[in-house]
């Protein structure tokens, strides 16, 4: 167990699309607000550290609401495109958490700053992903309901580790975070930083460097990893719905892993032991992480954020 001195003070702290959006809100404004309120609450005593913070966020529940609603519209009101949809969903979920993490200093008497910065990150045109949609977004339906969906929008729906069936769209693997330097600069003088949001607007880029969206939404654990390395901050703070990740989840024989090696944790993904729907893109991201340089890369609940940093709870992969 670490105490207060020995917290690291650089750390990307990744908040899970339904930390933001949980599956049993209607999603009215008052309700995310609120869900952004208690968010805050549990960031805030790594925000009142002297550290640099860089807070990144999910979006699935979120830009899938917005894919559908526009699609009920669309004989009224021209759709935009997935990326712009991704765009919509980053803003308006990083201004709710702006706002409330701010709130939450000012109440404790802390000057500090929170920047939320619209993100750019650039995929390869030619990832394989494009060809096979596994990302799973919006919300859950039963099978009937679901075929009859695909159907009529033709979107391409897979049941979700047995909770329903939902939207699945194209996931491509991030290679550069744009505008990287500037996320940098900003932690480097004390701001809290929001980036990278929903894995961030996917584009992709020419010999020229002309940069153009297209129809995707990168998993937000990636993102949250390649910008861990590319600042060279040696520890990753993944934040979802359960305090520890577990092999045989759902069986007797069930084991919550407290500390494990990144030689273990691989051995434990290649049995199955990690859905692509839930624990899946969060082991992938640790992997990654690790692999491209850091240190420790911890699974946990939102609302044990500190005390899983501090060892008391949470799973920890280490080198």
Not at 67 to 90: E, F, G, Y
Not at 242 to 271: C, T
Not at 294 to 303: E, F, P, T, V
Request: glycine share 10%.
């Amino acid at each position: 167990m670490r105490t207060l001195n020995d917290v690291p003070r650089r750390l990307v702290v990744a908040i899970g699309g339904n930390a933001v959006h949980p599956e049993d809100i209607r999603g009215t404004s008052q309700e995310q607000k609120s869900v952004a309120q208690k968010t805050a609450e549990s960031l805030l005593p790594l925000a009142q550290l002297d550290n640099e913070l860089v807070i990144t966020h999910g979006n699935g529940p979120v830009v899938g609401k917005i894919l559908m609603r526009q699609m009920l519209t669309m004989n009224r009101i021209p759709p935009m495109d997935m990326d712009i949809c991704v765009a919509h969903s980053q803003g308006g979920i990083g201004y709710l958490l702006m706002q409330a993490i701010e709130n939450a200093l000012r109440e404790q008497g802390s000057q500090r700053h929170v920047a939320s910065l619209l993100t750019q990150v650039e995929v390869d045109k030619d990832d394989p992903a494009f060809k096979n949609p596994t990302k799973f977004v919006g919300p859950f339906f039963a099978e009937e309901e679901a075929r009859k969906i695909s159907a009529e929008l033709n979107w391409a729906m897979r049941e979700d580790s047995g909770r329903g069936w939902r939207h699945v769209v194209p996931s491509p693997k991030p290679k550069h975070v744009c505008d990287i330097s500037l996320v940098d600069a900003l932690v480097k003088r004390g701001t809290i930083v929001i980036a990278g949001g929903g894995g961030g607007v996917p584009v992709v880029r020419d010999a020229k460097g002309v940069r153009t969206g297209v129809s995707a939404v990168i998993d937000k654990d990636l993102t949250s990893a390649h910008i861990a390395n590319v600042l060279g901050i040696e520890e990753l703070l993944i934040l979802t719905a359960v305090p520890r990740v577990a092999v045989n989840f759902g069986k007797p024989n069930k084991k919550e892993l407290d500390q494990v090696s990144l030689a273990e944790i691989k051995a434990y993904h290649r049995e199955g032991h990690f859905p692509p729907g839930s624990m899946g893109p969060k082991v992938d991201a640790a992997i990654r992480f690790l692999e491209g340089g850091g240190k420790r890369a911890i699974i946990s609940h939102l609302d044990y954020a500190m005390a899983a940093l501090r060892g008391e709870t949470g799973t920890h992969v280490i080198q």
